[in-house]
C-alpha cells in the first residue's frame, strides 16, 4: 500500500497560483498512474487531473483545463498540481490518488473507485 500526504494548500486570491505536493512513500517501487480529485461542500469528489505513470499522458477535466497542470517527480516519489489563474470555483479540497498499474488493463482516470490509495486532502481557497 502506498500512503499519500498533500500539502501546499492555503488561501490565494483569485487571478492568483498555487502549487500542491503529494508525497508517496510505502510501496513507492510499484508503477502507479496519478490523479487528483477536489470536494467542495455539499458536492460531489470531481475529478480535476491524472498523470500516467510513464509521465507521457495528462488528463484533465475542462473547468481546470488550461489552468491546471499536473506533473510527477518519481525520483522524489512526489506527484505535483501547479494550478494558475485560480478561480472561486476552485475552492474545495484537494486529493492526490494513485492507481497501481497492474490491477486493471485499462485505465480510466476520471473514475475515483479505480484509486486504491488516496491522501487526507489539503485544502485551497480561492477569495474573490
Known amino acids: 500500500q502506498v500512503q499519500l500526504v498533500e500539502s501546499g494548500g492555503g488561501l490565494v486570491q483569485a487571478g492568483g497560483s498555487m502549487r500542491l505536493s503529494c508525497a508517496a512513500s510505502?510501496?513507492?517501487?510499484?508503477?502507479?498512474?496519478m490523479a487528483w480529485f477536489r470536494q467542495a461542500p455539499g458536492k460531489e469528489r470531481e475529478f480535476v487531473a491524472a498523470?500516467?505513470?510513464?509521465?507521457?499522458?495528462?488528463y484533465d477535466t475542462d473547468s481546470v483545463e488550461g489552468r491546471f497542470t499536473i506533473s510527477r517527480d518519481n525520483a522524489k516519489n512526489t506527484l505535483y498540481l501547479q494550478m494558475n489563474s485560480l478561480e472561486p470555483e476552485d475552492t474545495a479540497m484537494y486529493y492526490c490518488a494513485a492507481h497501481l498499474v497492474s490491477n486493471s488493463g485499462r485505465w480510466y482516470p476520471s473514475r475515483a473507485h479505480l484509486y486504491e490509495n488516496w491522501g487526507q486532502g489539503t485544502q485551497v481557497t480561492v477569495s474573490s
Open positions: 498523470l500516467s505513470w510513464t509521465g507521457a499522458i495528462t
Open positions: 510505502g510501496r513507492t517501487s510499484g508503477n502507479f498512474h
